[in-house]
Nanobody, 122 residues
Framework: VQLQASGGGLVQAGASLRLSCAASGRTFGSVYMGWFRQAPGKEREFVAAISRGGITTRYADSVLGRFAISRDNSKDTMYLQMNNLKPEDTAVYYC????????????????WGKGTQVTVSS
């Protein structure tokens, strides 16, 4: 699976952004998807995940209630709606795909996309 994330940018605290992750190379609906992020000087961390059919979702505690993950299997695309952004959300955001459900305990994934930078100013 080839993944390409987009939609990042520079916003002020409290603003919203929607990230997209376009997939190709494999039946999109056959893979579990997720978002991770990596802030400068920190390790990559789990943000959100979604099941193949889009029914089941999981979130990191730090984004619960502010971010929403979704997918459109007819468009081979996953989304991350980010609301009420905070400066601590500043990071490079990566989309990921795996043949197993992605979670906060996932140590590795099968496929990574190139990241998109999100910068939130205070």
């Amino acid at each position: 699976v080839q993944l390409q994330a987009s939609g990042g940018g520079l916003v002020q605290a409290g603003a919203s952004l929607r990230l997209s992750c376009a997939a190709s190379g494999r039946t999109f609906g056959s893979v579990y998807m997720g978002w991770f992020r990596q802030a400068p000087g920190k390790e990559r961390e789990f943000v959100a995940a979604i099941s193949r059919g889009g029914i089941t979702t999981r979130y990191a505690d730090s984004v619960l209630g502010r971010f929403a993950i979704s997918r459109d299997n007819s468009k081979d695309t996953m989304y991350l709606q980010m609301n009420n952004l905070k400066p601590e959300d500043t990071a490079v955001y990566y989309c990921a795909a795996d043949t197993s459900f992605i979670s906060s305990t996932t140590s590795s994934v099968d496929f990574w996309g190139k990241g998109t930078q999100v910068t939130v100013s205070s």
